[in-house]
């Protein structure tokens, strides 16, 4: 059933590459075209209904003097400093401890995995359960044992750890993926550092952590990146920003400029400085990286 | 067995309960009996267990008909996901080491681009391209194969697999599609696999493309449907956590059904 598609008149090498053609031009249409487009509608007045107009600078001006979007980005980096470095290193300390042979290894990884499958919108809705004031189970928890129960989502001062904490639960990705990279290192080095002497500690901290460093950087990219995503279902389904703005974050304005008030034009410059703050991590990442010597081979790049 | 494994053993079991909990307790408060007073105090299980709840959900919404719009849209998506990224993966597996390094800074670069960035422009995209307010707005990317992320993991699978095997097809006439096929799909399986799971996950859970570019309330799918429950009973915690149950039930059961093979191959994903 392929005869016929040799038999077109190309070079070996280049039938190999014409693999890579869908997934080009499905870039450039859905990622590539959208993305520029975005960017350029920031300099517009546009609400879909009429033709773009040109307005200048005058976007920026217009996001920068709104209160909500300052603030937008205030939560939103603290909702991503706060918790990624959490869950990166969380989910590396998880993968070292279900590292090696055990009774119900396999049963166990795939426990530590199952709240990565839940849908966003489900996951939402169970914690909004949990951590429900009154009949959730967490509070009733903490009263049972005499701690105070704060009142999470609704509680201004309270919301945002509770985001941060249940975002401790859907890790399975960056724990599959240390898994693999303590895999990585031969057994030897640890062995030897074992009969030198060195405890779980500081085999942990000085050999286990610098060989996965590369690793566990790419995944803080790709964290940090993804928390901006999943958070917006969250944040949407469960506190809708509120309360007193305490989580509205950057996806949350972005939606709102955008999809409730028309206003694209906005949208496109609030994405010129998330851009802006993104390229920033990204940099301080790459400098760390730099001064520590890792990240740069083929082999770690692509995980 | 020495007392140093049943303490790493122990510990494990604690974080491995920890992790389940959630999902224990979201079953649970499913299956309490609806209209009945929620419990002040700490109790796993209701005194008496119905599955009432399950049904009042089918009742309240057309269920039966979101669960086939998502299932819908998982059998586009995944097969075409799994078509383009894994013909892209083997095409950057069979460049020149130069331009392979290439295309992986092309890949990561494009893995950068937030979703956000796209949500507008892609809804005035579908616009024009007549994908408004259909299942192809909801399967688009899979065009792309889905995310660059797959096709670095498809490209990582391939490269495995030795040159000479690549050769040897080519000398026997195997054309690049045959080869495709008949030799390194095969080979790299366990990555098949992860690619389906993760795809799976994605787009079953997928909540944002269905709210902003659906508009007709017939072909939403299962998350959209849990928040047009959470407006309609707002407190009628029975009926909304069967439903969040009802959503994650088939992704759960996928991955239950796959995790052999994941054990099987961690190495090699």
């Known amino acids: 059933m392929f005869e016929r598609f040799s038999i077109l008149r190309l070079s070996h090498h280049t039938r190999w590459r014409l693999l890579l053609l869908p997934y080009v031009l499905g870039v450039i249409i859905l990622v590539i075209v959208p993305a520029l487009f975005s960017f350029a509608l920031a300099f517009f007045h546009y609400d879909a209904l009429s033709p773009p107009v040109w307005a200048g600078r005058l976007n920026f001006v217009l996001a920068y003097t709104d ?20 869950r990166v290193f969380g989910s590396f300390l998880l993968a070292r401890l279900m590292q090696r042979n055990g009774r119900f290894l396999s049963w166990f990884r795939s426990a530590i995995y199952l709240p990565s499958v839940v ?28 701690l105070p129960a704060p009142a999470w989502l609704v509680d201004p001062v309270w919301a945002k750890p509770a985001l941060v904490l249940m975002g401790l639960w859907p890790i399975g990705e960056g724990f599959i993926v240390s898994l693999a990279a303590l895999y990585d290192i ?27 460093a590369p690793i566990l950087l790419l995944l803080t990219f790709r964290d940090a990146i993804f928390t901006f995503q999943e958070s917006f279902t969250h944040i949407y389904l469960m506190t809708q920003g509120g309360p ?14 955008g999809f409730d008030l028309r206003a694209f034009g906005i949208a496109g410059a609030a994405l010129w400085v998330m851009y802006a703050l993104t390229g920033l991590i990204v940099t301080v990442l790459y400098i760390i990286a730099k001064q520590w010597n890792v990240g740069t081979t083929e082999e770690t790049f692509v995980l | 067995m020495s007392s140093k494994h049943v303490g790493r053993t122990g510990l494990r079991l604690f ?16 299956l309490y009996p609806p209209g009945a007073p929620l419990p002040t105090s700490l109790r796993l299980l ?29 059998a586009l998506a995944v097969p075409i996901t799994l078509l383009i990224s894994s013909w892209a993966g083997l095409g950057m597996a069979r460049l020149p080491r130069a331009g392979q390094q290439r295309w992986i800074v092309f890949s990561l670069a494009i893995l950068m681009v937030p979703g956000m960035a796209l949500w507008s ?45 690549y050769d040897a097809a080519r000398l026997d006439g195997a054309g690049v599609l045959q080869t495709w096929w008949l030799i390194a ?6 990555t098949a696999v992860a690619v389906t799971l993760l795809t799976f996950v994605l787009y079953w859970g997928d909540f944002i493309s269905p709210l902003l570019y659906l508009r007709s309330g017939n072909r939403t799918t299962l998350p959209v449907a849990l928040q047009t429950l959470q407006q309609l009973s707002r407190s009628d915690w029975g009926v909304m956590l069967a439903a969040a149950v009802w959503t994650m039930l088939i992704p759960i059961g996928l991955f239950l059904l796959l995790q052999p093979v994941f054990n099987r191959n961690k190495k090699r994903l």
């Open chain 1, 67 to 86: 209160e909500l979007f300052a603030l937008s980005i205030r939560n939103s980096l603290s909702l991503i400093l706060i918790p990624v470095p959490l």
């Open chain 1, 119 to 146: 849908p966003a919108a489900a996951f939402a809705l169970a914690w909004l359960w949990i951590l429900n004031p009154l009949y959730g189970p967490v509070n009733l928890l903490l009263t049972a044992i005499g």
């Open chain 1, 186 to 212: 031969p057994p030897e080095l640890e062995d030897a550092a074992r009969i030198d002497g060195a405890g779980a500690v500081a085999i942990i901290g000085h050999i286990l952590l610098p060989l996965t």
């Open chain 1, 244 to 257: 007193y703005y305490a989580t509205y974050t950057l996806p949350l304005f972005i939606y709102e400029q």
């Open chain 2, 15 to 30: 974080i491995v309960i920890i992790f389940l909990l959630p999902l224990l307790w979201l079953i649970a408060a499913s």
């Open chain 2, 46 to 74: 209701p005194p008496r267990l119905t599955l009432a709840n399950y049904g009042r959900i089918f009742q309240l919404l057309p269920l039966g008909r979101y669960t086939v719009n998502s299932l819908m849209v998982i």
């Open chain 2, 121 to 165: 422009t892609r809804f005035l995209i579908y616009r024009q391209l007549g994908w408004y307010d259909t299942i192809w707005a909801l399967i688009a990317p899979a065009w792309m194969g889905t995310s660059p992320f797959y096709i670095l993991m498809f490209y990582r699978a391939f490269r495995r697999i030795p040159a000479g095997i």
């Open chain 2, 185 to 190: 799909l095969p080979m790299a399986r366990a």
